[in-house]
C-alpha cells in the first residue's frame, strides 16, 4: 500500500474518532428527533408516514442503529399507532420513541448516530481518489485534511441529519456521470444510473443534479465537437433509469405496510396549502395508483420542501429578527464561520487561478477539454451558491454543505501544483497555515457546531452573527444537564430551543419556562423568592431581545456559565 494511501486512511480514521466522540455527550439536536423517529417507522414498521420531507436513506441507517440498541418493540410499536393517527406527527412520536418507550434514551441516540458516519468517511474517501487523479498525491492528501479536519463538516457529519448525505451524494454522481462522459461505456452508464439514484435517495437538494447533469452533456458535446442530441438522450436515459432502477423500487420498500389510501389522505393534507394545484394534484393523485405510489411518495417531499422554501424562516441575524436574512446572509455566515486559515488559502487560490486566466472562445473550449472535471465543479459552486444566496430558508451555513466538496478538491488542486509547491516559501506559508487550521479545529473540540473564527469573537461570540443550527440547535442540553448535577442545583428554570426531553437529562430540577414568561427580575423573584438559576438558549435569548425584548433584562447580568456557547445560565437574585 502507497505511503499517501495509508496517510490518507490515517486522516479518515482520525477525523471520524474525534467527530464521533464529539458528540457522545450532546443531546439530539431539533432535527434529529424527528429523524429518528421516522428511521424506526421505515426499518421497523415499513411505513413511510412519518418525515416525507426528506428521502429515506439517512433514516433509514439510524433507524438499522437503533435494531442494535435494545429497543422495546412492543412500546414502540404502540406509540407508532397511536402518532401515526394524525398526519405526520413526527416530532412527538420521535420525542416518544427515544425517551418514553423503556430503554436507555441516550443509547438509542448513539445506536443511531453511529451509521451516518459512513456518509462522512465515504466523501473523504472520494475527495481523496478524485484529487488525486486531477492532480497528484500531494493536492489529494490536502484536500482531504481541509475536508476531515474542517470543524462544520465534522459538526455535522456526526447527526442524523441529510447536510452531509447531500454532500457526499453531490460527490459521488458527479465523480461518476463526469467518468462517464469521459469513457461512455455501458458499464459506466449503468455506475452513472445506479449513483445518481443513490444521491437523489440522500437530500432533496441533489434533485438540482438532473439539470446539472444536462448541462454538463451539453459542455461535453461542445468541448469535445460530438453530437450534442446523441449525449443529451443518454444522459435523460441515467435520470430515467435512476428513477426506475433506483428510487422507485427503494421507495417501495418503505410503503408495504403504508396503504394506498391512508398514503393519498396524508397526501392531500400535506399539499392542502400547496399554492401550484397543476403540481400538488398529480402528486395526490399517483399517491393511489400502486405503480406510482413510490414516485407520489418522492414527489410529495420535493413538493414540501419548495413550500418550505417559499415560506422563509424567522430568524435571528446581525442584530435583527427576520423572515429570511438575504442575499448576503450565506456569505457573511460563510465567513464568519470557516478557519481564518482556510479562507486565506481560498483567497490565494482563486488569485493565483484567475492571474492566469486568458479567454478566446478557442482557448475557453480546449481549456474545457482538457479539465473537464474541473470546471463541472466550478459550475456546480456556482449554481449552488446562486441558489443559497436567493434563498429564504436562511437558518444554517448546513444548507450551504454541497459546494464543501468541490471547494476543497479546486483549492488543494490549485495549491499543490508543483509550479508553486517548488518555491520553499510557499512551502512554509501553506505549512503554517495548515497547522493554525489544525489548532483551530482542535481547540474547539467537542463543541464543533459552535465553531466561529477569530472574526466573530470565536465560538463565544458567534451569537451576537447568527443563532439557529449555525450555533444553537438543542445538543447541550446534556452538557447542561451534567452542570446542574455536578453543581447539586435543586431548581432551574429552563426556555430551550430543542426537542429533546429536558426532564430526562437535567432531571427533577428542571422547571419549564418560555419567552415572555419572565420580563423583569421582579417577575422572576415573585416565582422564585429566594433567588435562583435561569437558562435560556442562544436562539431564545438574541431573537428575543431584538424582537419582543423579554429577556432584555439579562443583558445587564453576567451569566455565571455559557454551557457550550450555546446555553446561557445566570443566577437572580435580590
Not at 439536536?29 to 421497523?44: K, L, N, Q, S, T
Request: net charge positive.
Amino acid at each position: 500500500m502507497k505511503r499517501e494511501t495509508l496517510y490518507a486512511i490515517a486522516i479518515v480514521a482520525a477525523a471520524s474518532i474525534i467527530a464521533l466522540a464529539s458528540a457522545w455527550h450532546d443531546s439530539p439536536i431539533v432535527d434529529e428527533i424527528p429523524h429518528i423517529g421516522a428511521g424506526y417507522g421505515y426499518v421497523f414498521e415499513q411505513s413511510y408516514q412519518f418525515n416525507p420531507e426528506h428521502p429515506p436513506l439517512v433514516k433509514d441507517l439510524a433507524g438499522l442503529g437503533l435494531r442494535l440498541a435494545g429497543l422495546n418493540t412492543a412500546a414502540a410499536h404502540q406509540a407508532f399507532l397511536t402518532h401515526s393517527a394524525t398526519t405526520n406527527d413526527q416530532w412527538n412520536f420521535g420525542r416518544q420513541l427515544l425517551y418514553s418507550t423503556g430503554g436507555n434514551a441516550i443509547r438509542f441516540v448513539h445506536a443511531a448516530k453511529l451509521p451516518v458516519i459512513i456518509f462522512f468517511i465515504l466523501s473523504g474517501i472520494i475527495i481523496f481518489i478524485w484529487t488525486r487523479r486531477l492532480y497528484n498525491s500531494r493536492a489529494a492528501l490536502l484536500a482531504l485534511f481541509l475536508f476531515c479536519f474542517s470543524p462544520t463538516v465534522v459538526a455535522h457529519a456526526r447527526l442524523v441529519t441529510t447536510d452531509v448525505a447531500a454532500l457526499f451524494g453531490i460527490l459521488l454522481a458527479t465523480y461518476f456521470f463526469t467518468r462517464y462522459l469521459h469513457h461512455q461505456s455501458i458499464k459506466n452508464l449503468w455506475l452513472a444510473t445506479i449513483t445518481l439514484g443513490v444521491a437523489l435517495l440522500c437530500k432533496f437538494s441533489t434533485f438540482i443534479l438532473l439539470p446539472f447533469f444536462v448541462v454538463l452533456a451539453i459542455s461535453w458535446a461542445f468541448a469535445h465537437r460530438h453530437a450534442v442530441m446523441s449525449l443529451l438522450w443518454r444522459t435523460i436515459l441515467i435520470i430515467v433509469l435512476a428513477f426506475v432502477v433506483i428510487v422507485g423500487p427503494y421507495y417501495q420498500l418503505h410503503l408495504i405496510h403504508y396503504p394506498a389510501a391512508r398514503q393519498r389522505a396524508d397526501a392531500i393534507v400535506s399539499l392542502e396549502s400547496y399554492g401550484n394545484k397543476t403540481l400538488a394534484n398529480p402528486v395526490i393523485y399517483a399517491a393511489g395508483v400502486p405503480i406510482l405510489r413510490p414516485f407520489a411518495q418522492y414527489g410529495l417531499g420535493l413538493l414540501m420542501v419548495n413550500q418550505r422554501i417559499g415560506g422563509g424562516n424567522r430568524i435571528y441575524f446581525l442584530g435583527r429578527v427576520v423572515n429570511e436574512g438575504g442575499p448576503l446572509y450565506f456569505p457573511i455566515v460563510y465567513g464568519l464561520k470557516e478557519p481564518i486559515p482556510f479562507l486565506i488559502l481560498l483567497l490565494v487560490a482563486v488569485i493565483t487561478s484567475l492571474s492566469r486566466l486568458r479567454f478566446s472562445l478557442k482557448k475557453f473550449r480546449d481549456w474545457l477539454a482538457n479539465n473537464f472535471s474541473q470546471a463541472a465543479m466550478l459550475l456546480w459552486l456556482a449554481i449552488y451558491w446562486t441558489i443559497g444566496i436567493r434563498s429564504t430558508v436562511d437558518i444554517g451555513i448546513r444548507y450551504m454543505m454541497p459546494v464543501y466538496g468541490f471547494t476543497f478538491i479546486l483549492v488543494a488542486g490549485q495549491l499543490a501544483q508543483p509550479r508553486f509547491w517548488h518555491k520553499k516559501y510557499f512551502k512554509i506559508v501553506v505549512g503554517i497555515l495548515l497547522a493554525w487550521y489544525l489548532a483551530e479545529f482542535i481547540s474547539v473540540y467537542p463543541y464543533y457546531l459552535t465553531y466561529f473564527n477569530e472574526l466573530a469573537g470565536g465560538p463565544a461570540g458567534g451569537h451576537n452573527y447568527v443563532a439557529d443550527s449555525n450555533l444553537d440547535w438543542g445538543h447541550d442540553l446534556y452538557h447542561l444537564g451534567d452542570w446542574v448535577k455536578q453543581n447539586n442545583i435543586q431548581k432551574i428554570s429552563l426556555d430551550y430551543f430543542g426537542w429533546a426531553d429536558q426532564q430526562y437529562y437535567i432531571g427533577p430540577a428542571f422547571t419549564w419556562i418560555v419567552g415572555g414568561q419572565y420580563t423583569s427580575r421582579e417577575s422572576f423573584l415573585r416565582d422564585n423568592p429566594q433567588g435562583g438559576y435561569i437558562a435560556v438558549s442562544a436562539t431564545y435569548y438574541q431573537s428575543s431581545i431584538y424582537s419582543d425584548g423579554s429577556y432584555s433584562w439579562l443583558k445587564n447580568i453576567h451569566p455565571v456559565t455559557v454551557i457550550g456557547h450555546s446555553i446561557f445560565v445566570w443566577y437572580i437574585t435580590h
